[in-house]
């Protein structure tokens, strides 16, 4: 009886000082928050916007070993200002949403780059492809709220996004800009 109290002590003792030094779990405000990208098309930048994404946020400057985020984006909710080239992008050539109808991207590998800024390398699954994307971001931490604000660059082929006539770079640039600012609450 005596060790197995002693067994249940010691377990209850490792589990409270690890949630002692787990990562902050953030809660994200997603109608202040904004997840947007930077194309080219005929050699002239656009822009567009997910409307609906989910994220997971678990960070803390001071424990980046515990931090993890995990973004789940719905990419049948890009919006681009221009639904003939929305309709084109959701289509099967481009995003595919209807076999595809979400990208995730997962990050728990963070440096600290010194006065506020960060950087991750995660992964991103989009139409069943699955590639390292790092990324740089700032946390801006006040009062129980922080911003998370940064951005990617990537290769939209390296995703298979752009099959058939879409594979030439010559209309719409292989690489995008992808920028975010999550508001995030404790």
């Known amino acids: 009886m005596t060790r197995h109290r002693s067994l249940l002590s010691v377990s209850l003792l490792t589990l409270a ?66 639904s003939e080239r929305d309709d084109t992008v959701k289509g099967p050539d481009l995003f595919a ?34 590639r390292s994307v790092p990324i740089e971001f700032t946390f801006d931490n006040k009062n129980g709220s922080a911003w998370l604000k940064g951005q990617a660059i990537l290769k939209r082929l390296d995703f298979g996004v752009g099959q058939g006539e879409w594979k030439d770079t010559a209309t719409v640039g292989n690489e995008v800009q992808i920028r975010f600012a999550l508001l995030l609450q404790q």
Do not use: C, H, M
Request: aromatic share 12%; proline share 4%; hydrophobic share 35%.
């Open 17 to 82: 000082l690890g949630l002692a030094y787990a990562a902050t779990q953030w809660t994200l405000q997603p109608k202040d928050s904004t997840l947007t990208f930077v194309g080219t098309q005929a050699g002239a930048p656009f822009q567009g916007a997910f409307e609906r994404f989910k994220a997971d946020i678990r960070f803390d400057p001071q424990d980046l070993a515990s931090s993890r985020f995990e973004v789940t984006i719905e990419t049948g909710s890009v919006n681009t200002k221009d």
């Open 97 to 130: 949403t209807a076999k595809w109808p979400t990208a995730r991207y997962v990050a728990e590998k963070f440096t600290d780059k010194g006065a506020g800024k960060y950087s991750a390398t995660g992964q991103l699954t989009l139409r069943d492809v699955t």
